[in-house]
């Protein structure tokens, strides 16, 4: 059997693309490697949200160009998201690459193979917005049986201004329920003990009249034991209708991830996000009144066109008014052919985004802090994932809320449930002993 390595860069959704993948080779007589030493295929799957992950990439490339040099037999393919945006374009500037194929083709991978085999360079990378990978499970290789990620929905309509996936993923389409519901309990049959539903904006998932609420209700209902986390919310689509679900079941993890990207009206109209500050204020204000217990996290950008120093207080204000409990932070990077990059100049110098995103994660440090500092004395059912990067005795787990507690205790507990009381903090993690 020929043996296949895979390379995943990006969003949780790459990860589960790669798990389809994964599933559709292995399911074709190919066999799954981690070394890429002993691969005949090389695949390498790729986001394009910022400039420095395609960056990142093409460093990657030069070290597998490398390798093939050394075996001039095996192949090398580009998936995913930087595929979709550079196609064919991408064969003549990487030459080390045989393949190159979009998000939505990964179905026709065993075709694709056997005309690279025979000698051709193909970039298929045709956007279908029905294509959901229905009927393919993907192949999860968890040894611990942690996390397993479901896919609701794929692509975005959305259209914010500085964003490429609506170019790269195509689309918005929402997964059939039926489906959806089959390929979370395949996961609890084989042991898993939470799901992660997968959606660039779950909000607006739609299948006939089945939304998001009633979705998320029928996943929490399959077995109580289980954790149901979700990825990502929109603040304009999120409705209350999915918190008082959250509030009804224990087992829906305490965790929003609600982007905002700035607190300036001005710059929201210009990143065309559909809501005010005002807006987003009021998401906030409900989540605490119906889920009261729930962490909040958020992405911001900084810098982006036009951003005043003003425009950039208010973002400052805004995250004073919130106290997020953790952020994604990042500069503003202008990607090729997106409304921004199209009609919008990228005139913030480089070392005023710098310091912009500076201050902004200086403070976000603080409310980390803050928000870890309330938790000491509660104790928290913790779903054990790993010992901890420091020791063998110590384990790493997380809280319904997402947050990281490391406690003593025995390997044997990875991949379970525990209860653990938190007595220390740092800004990054909670410290905690088990109880009982
Ligand atoms: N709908 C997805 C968005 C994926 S992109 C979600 O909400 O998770 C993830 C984050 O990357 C965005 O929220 C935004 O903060 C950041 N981002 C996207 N495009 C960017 C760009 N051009 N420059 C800097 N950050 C960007
Ligand atoms: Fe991007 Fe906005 Fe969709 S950030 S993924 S266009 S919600």
Redesign the pocket.
């Known amino acids: 059997m020929k043996k296949f390595y895979i390379e995943t860069y990006g969003?949780q959704m790459n990860v589960y693309d790669s798990q389809l993948v994964k599933s559709i080779l292995t399911s074709n007589h190919w066999e799954e490697t981690d070394n890429y030493k002993e691969a005949d295929l090389i695949l390498v799957n790729t986001c394009a949200?910022?400039e420095h992950a395609e960056t990142r990439v093409r460093g990657r490339l030069g070290l597998f160009k490398a390798v093939k040099k050394q075996n001039p037999q095996i192949k090398v393919g580009l998936l995913g998201c930087m595929g979709q945006r550079l196609k064919e374009r991408l064969l003549e500037e990487e030459p080390v690459l045989d393949f190159v194929m979009g998000p939505d083709t990964y179905k026709r991978l065993p075709q694709t193979l056997e005309k690279v085999y025979s000698g051709e360079k193909i970039a298929d990378v045709k956007l279908d917005k029905n294509e959901n990978y229905d009927e393919i499970y993907p192949r999860r290789d968890d040894p611990y049986k942690v996390s397993a990620y479901v896919t609701i929905s794929r692509g975005?309509d959305?259209m914010?201004a500085?964003?490429?996936?609506p170019f790269t993923r195509g689309r918005e389409r929402s997964k059939k329920p039926d489906l959806i519901l089959k390929e979370v309990e395949q996961a609890i049959e084989m042991g898993y003990k939470e799901v992660n539903l997968l959606g660039?904006?779950v909000d607006k998932y739609q299948y006939e009249d089945v939304d998001f609420a009633r979705l998320l209700e029928m996943v929490a209902r399959l077995d109580s034991n289980m954790r149901v986390r979700f990825?990502?919310s929109?603040p304009q689509h999120m409705k209350n209708s999915v918190l008082e679900v959250m509030a009804k079941y224990e087992n829906i993890a305490r965790n929003i991830?609600l982007?905002v990207?700035s607190g300036s009206n001005r710059i929201l109209e210009l990143m065309r996000r559909g809501y005010t500050r005002e807006w987003y204020l009021d998401r906030i204000k409900a989540i605490r009144e119906i889920v009261p217990d729930c962490a909040i996290g958020t992405?911001?950008?900084a810098g982006f066109c036009t951003e005043t120093e003003q425009d950039h207080q208010q973002t400052i204000d805004l995250m004073e008014q919130v106290q997020f409990d953790y952020a994604?932070m990042?500069?503003?990077?202008?990607?090729p052919n997106?409304y921004a990059a199209r009609n919008l100049p990228d005139d913030v110098p480089e070392e005023v985004k710098i310091r912009r995103l500076n201050e902004i994660i200086d403070l976000q440090n603080k409310h980390s802090y803050q928000s870890n500092k309330k938790d000491v004395g509660k104790t928290f059912r913790v779903l054990v994932e790993n010992t901890s990067r420091r020791s063998e005795k110590q384990l790493l787990g997380r809280n319904s809320q997402g947050k990281v507690i490391i406690f003593e205790g025995d390997k044997k507990l990875i991949g379970q449930y525990v209860d653990v009381e938190v007595y220390d903090f740092t800004q990054a993690t909670l410290l905690g002993k088990m109880k009982n």
Do not use: A, G, M, W
């Open positions: 969003c949200v910022r975005c959305n914010c500085f964003c490429i996936v660039q904006n990825l990502t929109y991830h982007p990207q992405d911001i950008i994604f990042f500069k503003y990077s202008e990607r997106t």
